[in-house]
């Protein structure tokens, strides 16, 4: 079965940096997708990132694309999230998620497994 762990939130100010980590293992088929997701209180989930093995894609979300990065160490087997010049409307839960034997990043409601989650505090 897939696990995932995610750390690296924390309280940062406007303008500054953090990198969420979400280690992975159990992963059987090299068809496979990472997705990162955020909740601010009050707030339905909201797509942030996403890695897709099959064909080498990652999606951004308008309201991080540029500031935000996905990356990976497969030796690690962990997946990154950059984030940069923070924004107070960034402060959110932060999860990364995952599937495997599909094709492309799919809905949110698609993931099979969910980390538990990080918080991420931006202070204006």
């Known amino acids: 079965e897939v696990q995932l762990v995610e750390s690296g939130g924390g309280l940062v100010q406007a303008g500054g940096s953090l990198r969420l980590s979400c280690a992975a293992s159990g992963f059987t088929s090299d068809d496979y997708a990472v997705g990162w997701f955020r909740q601010a209180p009050g707030k339905e989930r909201e797509g942030v990132s996403c890695?897709?093995?099959?064909?080498?894609?990652?999606y951004y979300a308008d309201s991080v694309k540029g500031r935000f990065t996905f990356s990976s160490d497969n030796a690690k087997n962990t997946v990154y999230l950059h984030m940069n010049s923070l924004k107070p409307e960034d402060t959110a839960v932060y999860y990364c998620a995952a599937t495997q034997f599909r094709t492309g990043c799919p809905r949110s409601y698609e993931y099979d497994y969910w980390g538990q989650g990080t918080q991420v505090t931006v202070s204006s």
């Open positions: 890695y897709s093995s099959s064909d080498g894609t990652t």
